[in-house]
């Protein structure tokens, strides 16, 4: 098993890959817009709030995941973020990778609907 920051680092591209396929799907166009787009998703501020839409439907495994990497003392928050929101950030992202790596996809897709299921849909312009 990765530490809880390898996973995070994971998670960072897990999330990255999604935003961006689900932005591409959803049929925003411009690679200028896209960017401009998906850095609205995967920012920390972002994923902390995205997080809200899916806690309550954590299992007890996922929830550790989550809890382990937002704990890490070793965190240290950039400028554009609270320490709050990177640190659960941190989590989202390792809980990602987590699922990534186990195969979990169907599962890893619920949840980042979840996460984002009112913001990707109306992009397309």
Same mark, same amino acid.
């Given at each position: 098993?990765?530490?809880?920051?390898?996973?995070?680092?994971?998670?960072?591209?897990?999330?990255?890959?999604? @935003?961006?396929?689900?932005?591409?799907?959803?049929?925003? *166009?411009? @690679?200028?817009?896209? /960017?401009? %787009?998906? !850095?609205?998703?995967? !920012?920390?501020?972002?994923?902390? !709030?995205?997080?809200? /839409?899916?806690?309550?439907?954590? =299992?007890?495994? &996922?929830?550790?995941?989550?809890?382990?990497? $937002? /704990?890490?003392?070793?965190?240290?928050?950039?400028?554009?973020?609270?320490?709050? &929101?990177? $640190?659960?950030? *941190?989590?989202?992202?390792? %809980?990602?990778?987590? #699922?990534? #790596?186990?195969?979990?996809?169907?599962?890893? =897709?619920? #949840?980042?609907? #979840?996460?984002?299921?009112?913001?990707?849909?109306?992009? !397309?312009?």
């Amino acid at each position: 098993m990765l530490g809880s920051l390898e996973l995070a680092y994971l998670g960072d591209a897990v999330i990255e890959l999604m @935003v961006r396929y689900r932005l591409v799907a959803a049929g925003v *166009t411009g @690679v200028g817009r896209l /960017n401009e %787009l998906s !850095k609205e998703y995967v !920012k920390a501020s972002a994923q902390s !709030k995205a997080l809200e /839409n899916i806690l309550p439907e954590l =299992d007890e495994k &996922e929830a550790e995941i989550f809890r382990r990497a $937002r /704990n890490n003392s070793k965190i240290s928050a950039p400028k554009s973020a609270s320490s709050a &929101e990177y $640190r659960r950030a *941190t989590g989202l992202e390792a %809980l990602f990778a987590y #699922l990534y #790596l186990q195969g979990e996809h169907s599962r890893l =897709d619920y #949840l980042f609907d #979840l996460c984002y299921r009112d913001v990707i849909d109306g992009k !397309k312009e």
